[in-house]
Every structure is written in C-alpha cells, then in structure tokens.
C-alpha cells in the first residue's frame, strides 16, 4: 500500500516522524513535500496530496499543517477526498470507521508525535463498516 505524506513549514517535523513511523511499518510511502521549515503555503500541500490520492496515485494520504485545520480543508476541495483532522485516538477510529476518511490531516504545533503515530495507527488499523455509512460517504463523493 502506498501513503502520500505533504506538509506545509508548520507540519514538517511532524510529518517526518509520520514519514519515518509508516516506513518502519512496511508501507510505501511518497514524501511531497515540503522539505524543511522554511515557509510555504499549505493549500499548494493539501491540493497535491488530495490529487494525489483521488488519481490513484496513492492509496491513502497524510497531512500536517501547524493545526491540520488549512491543510484539511485543501485536501477536502478535492473531488474524492475524505479528509479528517483528528486530535484523539477515538477520533481517528470513527473517521475510517464512519466517513472511510481517505486522508488523515494532523496538527504539527497541537498534537504531540507520540499521540499523533497512535492516531495514525489507529487510522490505518480500523476497518470501514460500510452499511449506512456506505450511503452517506457516497453523498459526499456526489458533492
Ligand atoms: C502556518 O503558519 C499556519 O497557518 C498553518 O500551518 C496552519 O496551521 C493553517 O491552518
């Protein structure tokens, strides 16, 4: 499986650790940037991973901005993108478990790398249910 990871200056140490977390547990993973703390603007970084995502390119992605609140709403201007900023664990669960939430959108300066790799792990370990929120999800790719 393939994971696209893309942050802006305020996501970037985070998303290496991400980076680094998802190697260390097998999966294939593309780095689009950006590539230090020098500052750039995070729309362009939600726009390329939520494409890279919705083309097939990658099979799911991560996002990392300062709160995870602009890169996420980039990435969800996107046909085909489900993206949910999570800052719980139990929140990471309910949005693949739910809204089969395709990209993960973090916070680099408001979630903690420790809490965020549970995040992620709990993201990429949960299951869709389906069922009625099969429904609902295609209501949002409709949109
Ligand atoms: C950049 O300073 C900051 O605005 C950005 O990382 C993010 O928090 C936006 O939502």
């Given at each position: 499986?393939?994971?696209?990871?893309?942050?802006?200056?305020?996501?970037?140490?985070?998303?290496?650790?991400?980076?680094?977390?998802?190697?260390?547990?097998?999966?294939?993973?593309?780095?689009?940037?950006?590539?230090?703390?020098?500052?750039?603007?995070?729309?362009?970084?939600?726009?390329?991973?939520?494409?890279?995502?919705?083309?097939?390119?990658?099979?799911?992605?991560v996002?990392?901005?300062?709160?995870?609140?602009?890169?996420?709403?980039?990435a969800?201007?996107?046909?085909?993108i489900?993206?949910?900023?999570?800052?719980?664990?139990?929140?990471?669960?309910?949005?693949?478990?739910?809204?089969?939430?395709?990209?993960?959108?973090?916070?680099?300066?408001?979630?903690?790398p420790?809490?965020?790799?549970?995040?992620?792990?709990?993201?990429?370990?949960?299951?869709?249910?389906?069922?009625?929120?099969?429904?609902?999800?295609?209501?949002?790719?409709?949109?």
């Amino acid at each position: 499986m393939k994971i696209a990871v893309a942050s802006d200056h305020g996501g970037f140490a985070l998303k290496e650790k991400v980076k680094e977390h998802l190697i260390e547990r097998g999966f294939d993973v593309e780095d689009l940037g950006t590539h230090s703390e020098e500052s750039v603007d995070y729309p362009v970084y939600g726009k390329v991973c939520g494409e890279a995502v919705a083309s097939g390119k990658a099979d799911l992605g991560v996002v990392v901005c300062g709160t995870g609140i602009g890169i996420s709403i980039a990435a969800n201007k996107v046909k085909g993108i489900r993206c949910g900023l999570c800052t719980s664990v139990e929140m990471a669960h309910l949005t693949k478990q739910h809204n089969n939430a395709n990209i993960l959108a973090l916070g680099g300066r408001t979630t903690e790398p420790e809490l965020a790799l549970k995040i992620v792990d709990e993201w990429l370990d949960t299951e869709f249910e389906g069922g009625r929120h099969q429904r609902r999800v295609d209501m949002l790719d409709q949109m």
